[in-house]
């Protein structure tokens, strides 16, 4: 009888056990991946000309995009990063009939993102670098493209479920040819550059927030 109750306890043991053990890794690998769309706001961004005459400022504006996000460990992710603006920039009527320009600014980053523990509202810190995209309009000027790299913090809520939200501020900062000219083409039969730079870094900065996919 003694040996049947010994046996019984280790086998309800082993099976509670095993349950614990299947449910932990249930909920480790049940959301390897997130994919959040979001909308934000923009701010900041300036191109010098070269000459020190004047100043190309980035008009503030709406941006929106998507993060993609995979789990590497337990606070860990790998991150991809879309992000779009479409804003204005006073071209002092250069090579132009408007004296403002449209431009899309557009990030394509990878890198990671930092969770730290906590079950209702998770922090984290993300780290990406890639390209920056500068398409002005009218469409006859060139795009340009340059290194950048972002850097942004906030907050996770219902990190642990299927859905969540994810409120974020981060700061993007391209690196742009020093003493270069950007935005080449021809209107109406006359040739040149949009703007001539006297500058090294452009900085913008966004506050945004984004509904999260959990899978």
């Given amino acids: 009888m003694l040996k049947l109750v010994v046996a019984i306890v280790t086998l309800f043991l082993s099976a509670v056990s095993f349950a614990q053990t299947a449910t932990n890794k249930l909920q480790t690998t049940a959301y ?7 909308v934000g706001y923009r701010t900041g961004g300036r191109f010098e000309e070269i000459n020190g005459d004047a100043e190309f400022k980035l008009t503030e504006s709406e941006s929106l995009g998507f993060l993609f996000n995979v789990a590497a ?55 990406t670098i ?6 002005p309009q009218p469409a006859e000027f060139s795009a340009e493209s340059f290194f950048s790299a972002s850097f942004g913090g906030g ?18 900062t391209s690196l742009i040819d ?20 006297d500058g090294t ?5 966004e506050a945004r927030a984004g509904f999260v996919f959990r899978f």
């Fill in 32 to 38: 390897k991946f997130e994919i959040t769309p979001f």
């Fill in 130 to 135: 890639g390209m920056s995209r500068f398409d």
């Fill in 155 to 172: 907050v996770q809520l219902n990190p642990e479920g299927r859905f969540g939200v994810r409120l974020e501020g981060r700061v993007y």
């Fill in 73 to 127: 460990n337990a606070n860990g992710q790998y991150e991809f990063l879309y992000a779009q603006q479409s804003t204005e920039v006073d071209s002092a009527g250069l090579f132009v009939s408007d004296p403002r320009f449209g431009l899309d600014v557009e990030y394509y980053q990878f890198g990671g993102t930092y969770l730290f523990d906590s079950d209702v509202a998770r922090p984290f810190i993300a780290l």
């Fill in 178 to 197: 020093d003493n270069s000219r950007i935005f080449c083409g021809s209107d109406g039969g006359v040739g040149g550059c949009l703007i001539e730079l």
């Fill in 201 to 205: 870094l452009l900085t913008q900065w």
